[in-house]
C-alpha cells in the first residue's frame, strides 16, 4: 500500500518555466524538503525522471523497499514524479528507485537535488535543511565595493582535503578550518579564497572535479552548515569566497546523473557532444532546456545560500569546441560548418547575464585556455559575460622563462614581453593554479634554476614581477611559501619548511606584496586597463631587464616597476622617468628579511634633468641580482 499523500510545490507558471529553461531557482521545488501538510510533518519529494514508468522513493525508514512509497507523475508532461511522506525527519536516508520504460531498465539514483550526501563511499542522499543565521552583514553589505574590477583581487587557492592534515592524517573539518584557514589567509593578506569544488564527489583522486551531489557540500569535512560556517567566518574575516563550479562534464558512477532514468536525460544522447574523451565522463546537453535550469538554478543556489562571492567556470575551452580532445570523425560541426558549440554560447551567456542580474558584486571566471574571443566582455556587446578570464598565455610563457638558466634569458625576453600584446584584450586573472604543480611538473620553487640562494632569489622575482603585472592573482596552496614538493592530495602542505629561512622568507614576500597590491591604487585601479601600463624599457635583453610604469587614477601615485632577471648586479643603471620627482623604494625582493642580498639602494633618489628612455628625466639605480624593485614618487 503506497503511504504517499498527494502533494506539490509547483504551480503552473514552475512549471513552464521549467519547460522553457527559465526556472533558475528549481531547488526551491524539486528534491526533498521538510514540510508540514495538512498539520503533519514530513517531506515533500520531487524529481525529473520524464522515461520512467514509476519511482518510488527508498530509504532507512522503508527498508530500502521499492513499492513502500511510490511518487506520482504530474499530468502536465514536466516529468517530474512527485508526493508527501509524512512523518520522514532531518537526517533520514534516500535515494530513487526509477523503472524505466526503457527495456525494463531500474535505476537507483542519488538525489540530483539533495542538500546533503552521505560521507563517501556511500551514496545516499540525506534529508537536510539549510537553516543557519548569517553573521556576515557587514560584508555583503560592501561587497560591491570589495569585488569590484578596478580593486585588488588576490586569489588564494584551497583544496580543503589536503590543505592541512590533523593527526593520523585526518582531514581537517569545516569548523576546523574556519578557525586555522581563515586566520592564516587573513595573516597573508589575499583578499580572496577559491576552494576546488566542495561540491559532493564519490572519488578523491579526481580533486572534486567528478561531481554527484550539485547542490551539497561534500560531507568529508562536515554538515552544510558547517560549510556556512566556513563562509561566514571568512566573510567576517573581510575575505571574499569563491567556488570553483563544474558545469562541462560529471561521473558516470551509477548512484549519478548518467541515465538517470533510463534515457540521456542530463547528458548528450549523441556521444561526439555526449561524452568527454579526455576525463572518461559525461557532458551535460546543453541544447535541452531542463538541463540549462538544473545547470543555472545550481549556480543561483551557491551564491543565494551560501552567500558565495565568486564562480571560477571549470574547462570551458571543453565546453566551448566540439572538436575539444577530439579527432577527425569523432565530431560533427555546427550548422554554419564551425566548431563553437553554439548551444554552450548562448547558455554562458544566460548564465551570465542571471548572475549579474541577481547578484550585487559577484564575479564569474572563466578557466578558459584559448584565444576565444571576448570571454570576459558583457553579453550585449556580443561577449559571454565573465568578469574575468585566467590568462593562461601568460602562466606557461612566465613559467617556461623563469625555468631556464639566466644566462639564456637575454634571447628569450620576448617570452615576457609578449603578454603586454594581449593583455587588455580581456579582464585576465593571472594564475599559478593546482595545474602546474602536479603530474611532474614539479612545485613553483622546484622549477626555478640555480643553486638554493638562486632557486628562491628567482621565486621571490617571480612573485613581484606577478604582482606588478597587470591583471588580478591566484595563488594556489603551498606555493605562498614556497613548497618543494608537488602537490599530493592525500597529505598535509609541508608546513614544516617555514621553520626555514628561505621558505619564511617567501612567505613574508606573498604578505608583502599582498599589502602592496592593496595600498597601492596604481596597482589594481586599471589593472584590465592599457592605461594602467607604460613601457619604460623593453628592449634591454643583453642585460635581461625590464622596466614598466603602473598606472592608476592619479598620476601622482604612478609606481615605477625594474626586474633583474640574471643574478649580476648592475651599478650605476640608468632608466628614464616621467615626472620630476624623487624615487621612494617601496617593495625590493632582495631585500635581507626575505633571504635577499640586500644590495641596491633603501635610501630616496634623486630625479635628474637628463634625458634617457625616450623620456625628460632620468635615474642611475642599482639593480640587485634576480630582483624586482617597485619605486613610488615622492609627494
Same mark, same amino acid.
Given at each position: 500500500?503506497?503511504?504517499?499523500?498527494?502533494?506539490?510545490?509547483?504551480?503552473?507558471?514552475?512549471?513552464?518555466?521549467?519547460?522553457?529553461?527559465?526556472?533558475?531557482?528549481?531547488?526551491?521545488?524539486?528534491?526533498?524538503?521538510?514540510?508540514?501538510?495538512?498539520?503533519?510533518?514530513?517531506?515533500?519529494?520531487?524529481?525529473?525522471?520524464?522515461?520512467?514508468?514509476?519511482?518510488?522513493?527508498?530509504?532507512?525508514?522503508?527498508?530500502?523497499?521499492?513499492?513502500?512509497?511510490?511518487?506520482?507523475?504530474?499530468?502536465?508532461?514536466?516529468?517530474?514524479?512527485?508526493?508527501?511522506?509524512?512523518?520522514?525527519?532531518?537526517?533520514?536516508?534516500?535515494?530513487?528507485?526509477?523503472?524505466?520504460?526503457?527495456?525494463?531498465?531500474?535505476?537507483?539514483?542519488?538525489?540530483?537535488?539533495?542538500?546533503?550526501?552521505?560521507?563517501?563511499?556511500?551514496?545516499?542522499?540525506?534529508?537536510?535543511?539549510?537553516?543557519?543565521?548569517?553573521?556576515?552583514?557587514?560584508?555583503?553589505?560592501?561587497?560591491?565595493?570589495?569585488?569590484?574590477?578596478?580593486?585588488?583581487?588576490?586569489?588564494?587557492?584551497?583544496?580543503?582535503?589536503?590543505?592541512?592534515?590533523?593527526?593520523?592524517?585526518?582531514?581537517?573539518?569545516?569548523?576546523?578550518?574556519?578557525?586555522?584557514?581563515?586566520?592564516?589567509?587573513?595573516?597573508?593578506?589575499?583578499?580572496?579564497?577559491?576552494?576546488?569544488?566542495?561540491?559532493?564527489?564519490?572519488?578523491?583522486?579526481?580533486?572534486?572535479?567528478?561531481?554527484?551531489?550539485?547542490?551539497?557540500?561534500?560531507?568529508?569535512?562536515?554538515?552544510?552548515?558547517?560549510?556556512?560556517?566556513?563562509?561566514?567566518?571568512?566573510?567576517?574575516?573581510?575575505?571574499?569566497?569563491?567556488?570553483?563550479?563544474?558545469?562541462?562534464?560529471?561521473?558516470?558512477?551509477?548512484?549519478?546523473?548518467?541515465?538517470?532514468?533510463?534515457? %540521456?536525460?542530463?547528458?548528450?544522447?549523441?556521444?561526439?557532444?555526449?561524452?568527454?574523451?579526455?576525463?572518461?565522463?559525461?557532458?551535460? !546537453?546543453?541544447?535541452?532546456?531542463?538541463?540549462?535550469?538544473?545547470?543555472?538554478? %545550481?549556480?543561483?543556489?551557491?551564491?543565494?545560500?551560501?552567500?558565495?562571492?565568486?564562480?571560477?567556470?571549470?574547462?570551458?575551452?571543453?565546453?566551448?569546441?566540439?572538436?575539444?580532445?577530439?579527432?577527425?570523425?569523432?565530431?560533427?560541426?555546427?550548422?554554419?560548418?564551425?566548431?563553437?558549440?553554439?548551444?554552450?554560447?548562448?547558455?554562458?551567456?544566460?548564465?551570465?547575464?542571471?548572475?549579474?542580474? %541577481?547578484?550585487?558584486?559577484?564575479?564569474?571566471?572563466?578557466?578558459?585556455?584559448?584565444?576565444?574571443?571576448?570571454?570576459?566582455?558583457?553579453?550585449?556587446?556580443?561577449?559571454?559575460?565573465?568578469?574575468?578570464?585566467?590568462?593562461?598565455?601568460?602562466?606557461?610563457?612566465?613559467?617556461?622563462?623563469?625555468?631556464?638558466?639566466?644566462?639564456?634569458?637575454?634571447?628569450?625576453?620576448?617570452?615576457?614581453?609578449?603578454?603586454?600584446?594581449?593583455?587588455?584584450?580581456?579582464?585576465?586573472?593571472?594564475?599559478?593554479?593546482?595545474?602546474?604543480?602536479?603530474?611532474?611538473?614539479?612545485?613553483?620553487?622546484?622549477?626555478?634554476?640555480?643553486?638554493?640562494?638562486?632557486?628562491?632569489?628567482?621565486?621571490?622575482?617571480?612573485?613581484?614581477?606577478?604582482?606588478?603585472?597587470?591583471?588580478?592573482?591566484?595563488?594556489?596552496?603551498?606555493?605562498?611559501?614556497?613548497?618543494?614538493?608537488?602537490?599530493?592530495?592525500?597529505?598535509?602542505?609541508?608546513?614544516?619548511?617555514?621553520?626555514?629561512?628561505?621558505?619564511?622568507?617567501?612567505?613574508?614576500?606573498?604578505?608583502?606584496?599582498?599589502?602592496?597590491?592593496?595600498?597601492?591604487?596604481?596597482?589594481?585601479?586599471?589593472?584590465?586597463?592599457?592605461?594602467?601600463?607604460?613601457?619604460?624599457?623593453?628592449?634591454?635583453?643583453?642585460?635581461?631587464?625590464?622596466?614598466?610604469?603602473?598606472?592608476?587614477?592619479?598620476?601622482?601615485?604612478?609606481?615605477?616597476?625594474?626586474?633583474?632577471?640574471?643574478?649580476?648586479?648592475?651599478? !650605476?643603471?640608468?632608466?628614464?622617468?616621467?615626472?620630476?620627482? %624623487?624615487?621612494?623604494?617601496?617593495?625590493?625582493?632582495?631585500?635581507?628579511?626575505?633571504?635577499?642580498?640586500?644590495?641596491?639602494?633603501?635610501?630616496?633618489?634623486?630625479?635628474?634633468?637628463?634625458?634617457?628612455?625616450?623620456?625628460?628625466?632620468?635615474?642611475?639605480?642599482?639593480?640587485?641580482?634576480?630582483?624586482?624593485?617597485?619605486?613610488?614618487?615622492?609627494?
Amino acid at each position: 500500500m503506497n503511504k504517499v499523500i498527494t502533494h506539490s510545490l509547483f504551480t503552473d507558471f514552475d512549471i513552464n518555466l521549467f519547460k522553457a529553461g527559465k526556472h533558475y531557482k528549481l531547488y526551491e521545488k524539486l528534491g526533498a524538503h521538510l514540510i508540514e501538510v495538512d498539520g503533519i510533518k514530513g517531506v515533500y519529494f520531487a524529481v525529473w525522471a520524464p522515461t520512467a514508468n514509476s519511482v518510488s522513493v527508498v530509504g532507512d525508514f522503508n527498508y530500502w523497499t521499492k513499492d513502500e512509497h511510490q511518487l506520482q507523475v504530474r499530468w502536465d508532461s514536466s516529468g517530474i514524479w512527485e508526493g508527501f511522506i509524512p512523518d520522514i525527519e532531518k537526517g533520514a536516508l534516500y535515494k530513487y528507485k526509477i523503472q524505466s520504460n526503457i527495456d525494463g531498465i531500474v535505476t537507483e539514483k542519488a538525489d540530483p537535488f539533495a542538500r546533503y550526501c552521505e560521507k563517501p563511499p556511500h551514496t545516499a542522499s540525506v534529508v537536510w535543511d539549510l537553516d543557519y543565521k548569517w553573521k556576515d552583514e557587514k560584508w555583503m553589505q560592501t561587497r560591491k565595493q570589495n569585488n569590484a574590477l578596478d580593486k585588488p583581487y588576490s586569489v588564494y587557492e584551497v583544496h580543503l582535503g589536503s590543505w592541512k592534515r590533523a593527526e593520523h592524517n585526518r582531514f581537517l573539518s569545516y569548523l576546523e578550518l574556519a578557525d586555522d584557514l581563515v586566520k592564516y589567509v587573513k595573516e597573508t593578506g589575499f583578499t580572496h579564497v577559491e576552494f576546488m569544488p566542495v561540491m559532493e564527489y564519490p572519488y578523491d583522486p579526481s580533486w572534486g572535479y567528478q561531481l554527484t551531489g550539485y547542490f551539497a557540500p561534500t560531507s568529508r569535512f562536515g554538515k552544510p552548515q558547517d560549510f556556512m560556517v566556513l563562509v561566514d567566518k571568512f566573510h567576517q574575516a573581510g575575505i571574499g569566497v569563491i567556488l570553483d563550479w563544474v558545469p562541462s562534464h560529471f561521473p558516470d558512477d551509477a548512484h549519478g546523473l548518467g541515465l538517470f532514468d533510463g534515457s %540521456n536525460l542530463y547528458e548528450h544522447p549523441d556521444r561526439r557532444k555526449g561524452y568527454h574523451p579526455d576525463w572518461k565522463s559525461l557532458v551535460f !546537453n546543453y541544447e535541452r532546456n531542463e538541463v540549462r535550469a538544473f545547470l543555472i538554478s %545550481n549556480a543561483v543556489f551557491w551564491l543565494q545560500n551560501y552567500h558565495v562571492d565568486g564562480l571560477r567556470v571549470d574547462a570551458v575551452a571543453s565546453m566551448l569546441y566540439l572538436d575539444y580532445s577530439r579527432k577527425d570523425g569523432e565530431w560533427e560541426p555546427n550548422i554554419f560548418g564551425g566548431r563553437e558549440n553554439l548551444a554552450v554560447i548562448s547558455f554562458l551567456k544566460e548564465f551570465n547575464e542571471v548572475i549579474y542580474a %541577481n547578484f550585487d558584486g559577484v564575479q564569474t571566471i572563466a578557466e578558459e585556455s584559448t584565444s576565444f574571443p571576448m570571454v570576459s566582455r558583457p553579453t550585449f556587446t556580443g561577449g559571454l559575460g565573465f568578469g574575468m578570464k585566467w590568462m593562461m598565455g601568460w602562466m606557461h610563457d612566465t613559467l617556461q622563462y623563469f625555468q631556464k638558466e639566466t644566462v639564456y634569458r637575454k634571447y628569450h625576453q620576448n617570452e615576457l614581453t609578449f603578454s603586454m600584446t594581449y593583455s587588455f584584450t580581456e579582464n585576465f586573472m593571472l594564475p599559478f593554479s593546482h595545474d602546474e604543480v602536479v603530474y611532474g611538473k614539479k612545485s613553483i620553487a622546484s622549477k626555478m634554476p640555480g643553486d638554493e640562494w638562486q632557486k628562491f632569489a628567482n621565486l621571490r622575482l617571480l612573485y613581484g614581477y606577478m604582482f606588478t603585472h597587470p591583471g588580478t592573482k591566484l595563488l594556489f596552496m603551498g606555493s605562498e611559501f614556497g613548497q618543494s614538493d608537488e602537490w599530493n592530495f592525500e597529505k598535509s602542505l609541508d608546513w614544516h619548511l617555514l621553520q626555514y629561512d628561505y621558505h619564511s622568507g617567501i612567505k613574508k614576500v606573498i604578505t608583502d606584496l599582498n599589502q602592496l597590491y592593496k595600498s597601492q591604487p596604481a596597482l589594481h585601479q586599471k589593472q584590465f586597463s592599457s592605461e594602467g601600463f607604460e613601457w619604460i624599457n623593453y628592449s634591454d635583453h643583453q642585460n635581461a631587464v625590464l622596466t614598466y610604469i603602473r598606472k592608476g587614477n592619479n598620476a601622482k601615485e604612478d609606481l615605477i616597476i625594474v626586474c633583474n632577471f640574471t643574478p649580476v648586479i648592475r651599478e !650605476n643603471y640608468r632608466i628614464g622617468i616621467h615626472q620630476k620627482r %624623487n624615487l621612494v623604494p617601496v617593495f625590493n625582493s632582495d631585500n635581507k628579511n626575505y633571504g635577499g642580498s640586500g644590495a641596491g639602494s633603501l635610501e630616496t633618489l634623486k630625479i635628474e634633468l637628463s634625458p634617457y628612455d625616450g623620456r625628460d628625466y632620468s635615474v642611475q639605480l642599482v639593480l640587485p641580482p634576480l630582483s624586482v624593485i617597485v619605486y613610488s614618487f615622492e609627494n
